[in-house]
């Protein structure tokens, strides 16, 4: 009776693991093959991260800060200044370019006002290692000049012939009424002697916006 017994269960769970064999087989492969894509998905991405890395590495110009546009301006008032004496100037003792000149944004147009600044000068003099700075200063309302309130230009010019060089600048989102006030200076970057500057003109712009 005891070995009839015994040989029943075996039988019974002998039967179970043949029963179930097959779905435990197909369990594990199913795993298998999860874990299998799961990796390679996981390499796909890093391989996407490193090549989109890569790109940025060699195209920086693609990821820089957009610039600032300003369109459909319409010109409203132009002030032009020229001077043709001989200015002399240092990183501490700035020297005035031109007569201050001054803007006023129409307080009846809601969309405000833009300022264009372009200044032309002929500097001469520059001592060794020094870089002559443009200096624009616009008093008034509204964020500061762009691209930036010192703009570099000279610094190879030790004779007293001298070379042209231009810069300009624009301030944007004046509000209505704003009076602004435009002053032009220039100095060294270094305590290093002087420069001098002598022909120069200046172009002011005021545009609606």
Sequence with gaps: MGTEHFMTTVRKQLITYLLTAPFLIGSLSAFAQQEVLHGVNVQDEQNVQSEQRDTAELNPE???????V??????FQTTIRTAGDTIRFSQ???????MPTTMVC???HAAGCTIK??????TALVPTDNIVLYDLV??????????NEFIPTDSVDQNDVGTMHTAEWVKRTIPPGASEVVNVNFLLNTNMGSAAATFRTETVQLFLN
């Excluded at 693609?62 to 600032?68: D, G, L, Q, S, V």
């Excluded at 600044?117 to 002929?122: F, K, M, T």
């Excluded at 616009?138 to 691209?147: F, K, L, Y």
């Design 70 to 75: 300003s369109q459909n301006l319409t010109l």
């Design 138 to 147: 616009i008093n008034g309302s509204g964020p500061p000049v762009d691209p």
């Design 92 to 98: 501490t003792q700035k020297a005035a370019a031109f």
């Design 106 to 108: 129409p307080a009846t």
């Design 62 to 68: 693609e990821n820089a800060t957009t610039p600032f």
């Design 117 to 122: 600044v372009e200044v032309s000068a002929n």
